[in-house]
């Protein structure tokens, strides 16, 4: 059964040079660390594989930010360019460095066109590890059109989680990337049980047994 969405103890709007990006921020008790995640092109932060995420990272003590692109802020549907994703993603972590999770080890992430922002900005934003949500490893339908690349750049821990019968492809696993097949497609709304399980599991396992 699909939980309700955690509500945001803080809502902040943060300059960036394409227009304000906003954060919604879940404050673990005693943090541990901090997971920030980004929606896909044309949703947001209130997808259900993003409300299972910041559920199990609360569970394991995390705090979690939130990021909606200020494409998004500004009311269009339709993505910015990918240099203004990241351009605006690592503003905005730089900005959570500095302020309301300072100290604290940073994890990024995002479902589809997030995960590939957090992905394509692991080294520059120093993020831990990386959580990608319905990577859309090529275009449906286009497998030549691969995005493998992405992934295989990343040289933290890696976790995907991604629906058995998603068209935007399956990736493989790699060394330190961890793959997790789920019931469902590209929304992974069938089973949001086992989205928080996977990332849980792996919280656990890979990232906070190194605090």
């Not at 934003?125 to 859309?136: D, I, S």
């Not at 989680?161 to 330190?176: A, H, I, K, S, T």
């Amino acid at each position: 059964m699909q939980g309700r969405a955690p509500v945001a103890r803080a809502v902040v709007d943060v300059a960036t040079l394409h227009g304000p990006a906003r954060v919604h921020l879940h404050a673990a008790a005693v943090p541990r660390a901090a997971l920030v995640l980004g929606h896909g092109a044309g949703g947001g932060v209130t997808a259900p594989d993003l409300v299972a995420a910041t559920t199990a990272a609360l569970a394991q003590g995390l705090s979690v930010a939130l990021v909606e692109q200020p494409y998004r802020v500004a009311g269009r549907r339709s993505p910015a360019p990918a240099k203004q994703l990241d351009a605006a993603w690592v503003t905005v972590l730089e900005w959570l460095r500095a302020d309301p999770l300072a100290g604290l080890m940073l994890l990024a992430g995002g479902r589809s066109s997030g995960a590939r922002v957090a992905c394509r900005t692991a080294a520059d934003t120093a993020a831990a590890a990386v959580l990608c949500l319905a990577f859309p490893l090529h275009p449906p339908g286009r497998p030549d059109r691969s995005r493998l690349g992405e992934l295989t750049a990343v040289r933290v821990p890696v976790l995907v989680v991604q629906g058995e019968r998603d068209p935007f492809g399956m990736p493989p696993p790699g060394r330190g990337r961890k793959v997790v097949q789920v019931a469902g497609d590209h929304s992974l709304r069938a089973d949001p049980g086992a989205v928080t399980a996977a990332i849980g599991s792996w919280l656990r396992r890979v990232v906070l047994s190194s605090l």
